[in-house]
């Protein structure tokens, strides 16, 4: 097996999980222990990605533009990444990262609209970075589909595609097909991102490099959207077991875990009711906390949304069913009583 390429999404996808409320001070630290631990791409923006700090998304405390340029001036080794959602963000946006100094730039998307990314890896490959494409909640595909979406990226100037398993809803067996559909149809870079929903974060991504994966994604602590995503320090240890050497100092990265992350923590990131109800039913991990405010204003439960959401097949962007949702599940529950 390969050594793969990590990229650590603590202050991105870990964004969520602290209410977009990281400091200056804390990006310092953290982008510092995870460069001197040998990491070499490290994801800062607002979870949703660039221009993400708005009412939908939830506003940043901190400019994220201020948080990159502190990323890029720490790190000396280490690439900068960023996120990048077609209609959060603009070529605005993209371009004002890239002055600021990333090297890697994620452009993601739903699994099935590949086609609104061109005009972002051109402009992409325009600014000299790095292209990452992102096949969010991958899961609701099958791998015949996912490898034409992955297809385009690669065509408009994709390094590498990600099957990004946003829900935490995939097995073992589902990653593997979609990994190797994607290795087989591609000449470029494959890579796994995955959420802990129904407890394989870690296990899934060592399926996705036994399937070939080229690029794997991780968070300190787990710290993430929902249930969280595979450990970077856990997915490290288990590396060094299979004596897959990354070169990534463990030691560093265990107490910038417990030091700098979990002090940070808002409540323990475990797979709770509402977290199990999201992989089960295939949901959106940053639904979670809407779908939470909705059950308890209209009385219904988390895991009933959820199912109906599921059966839907929502996708991000699509918030506002939520609403629907809850209202309609309360009315059914009036009507019995």
């Known amino acids: 097996?390969?050594?793969?390429?990590?990229?650590?999404?603590?202050?991105?996808?870990?964004?969520?999980?602290?209410?977009?409320?990281?400091?200056?001070?804390?990006?310092?630290?953290?982008?510092?222990?995870?460069?001197?631990?040998?990491?070499?791409?490290?994801?800062?923006?607002?979870?949703?990605?660039?221009?993400?700090?708005?009412?939908?998304?939830?506003f940043s405390s901190y400019s994220e533009f201020d948080l990159i340029?502190?990323?890029v001036e720490t790190a000396k080794n280490a690439k900068i990444a960023s996120l990048f959602v077609p209609g959060i963000g603009t070529g605005k946006e993209l371009r004002e990262a890239a002055e600021l100094g990333i090297s890697v730039i994620r452009i993601a998307v739903h699994c099935t609209e590949a086609d609104v990314t061109e005009q972002y890896?051109?402009?992409?490959?325009?600014?000299?970075?790095?292209?990452?494409?992102?096949?969010?909640?991958s899961h609701t595909q099958p791998a015949?589909?996912?490898?034409?979406?992955?297809?385009?990226?690669?065509?408009?100037?994709?390094?590498c595609v990600y099957v990004v398993d946003s829900a935490g809803a995939l097995v073992q067996s589902g990653v593997c097909e979609r990994v190797m559909a994607l290795k087989e149809a591609l000449s470029i870079q494959v890579g796994f991102h995955a959420h802990n929903n129904l407890g394989l974060a870690i296990g899934n991504t060592i399926t996705a490099l036994e399937a070939g994966a080229d690029q794997i994604d991780g968070t300190l602590r787990g710290l993430g959207a929902g249930a969280g995503n595979a450990q970077t320090e856990v997915l490290v240890a288990v590396l060094n077991k299979m004596?897959?050497?990354?070169?990534?100092?463990?030691?560093?990265?265990?107490?910038a875990a417990e030091e700098k992350v979990a002090p940070l923590m808002q409540s323990p990131i475990v797979i709770d009711r509402g977290n199990l109800s999201s992989g089960y039913a295939g949901v959106y991990n940053s639904f979670l906390l809407h779908v939470k405010h909705a059950a308890e204003k209209f009385g219904v439960g988390v895991s009933e949304i959820m199912e109906e959401l599921g059966k839907r097949q929502t996708v991000a962007g699509q918030e506002d069913w939520i609403l629907d949702v809850a209202v309609e599940l309360a009315e059914k529950k009036r009507l019995k009583v």
Not at 4 to 16: A, K, N, Q, V
Not at 121 to 137: I, N
Not at 147 to 157: H, I, P
Not at 244 to 255: F, P, R, Y
């Open 243 to 255: 004596n897959i050497k990354t070169g990534i100092n463990l030691a560093i990265l265990m107490d």
């Open 121 to 137: 890896f051109r402009l992409a490959k325009e600014l000299g970075l790095e292209a990452v494409g992102f096949l969010m909640m």
């Open 1 to 58: 097996m390969k050594i793969p390429r990590l990229t650590d999404t603590t202050l991105r996808d870990g964004d969520h999980a602290v209410s977009h409320s990281y400091t200056p001070e804390q990006v310092r630290a953290i982008v510092r222990d995870l460069d001197e631990a040998g990491v070499p791409v490290i994801e800062v923006s607002h979870g949703s990605g660039l221009n993400g700090s708005t009412i939908q998304q939830g």
């Open 69 to 71: 340029k502190i990323a």
């Open 144 to 159: 015949s589909v996912l490898a034409k979406q992955a297809k385009l990226m690669e065509s408009y100037g994709a390094d």
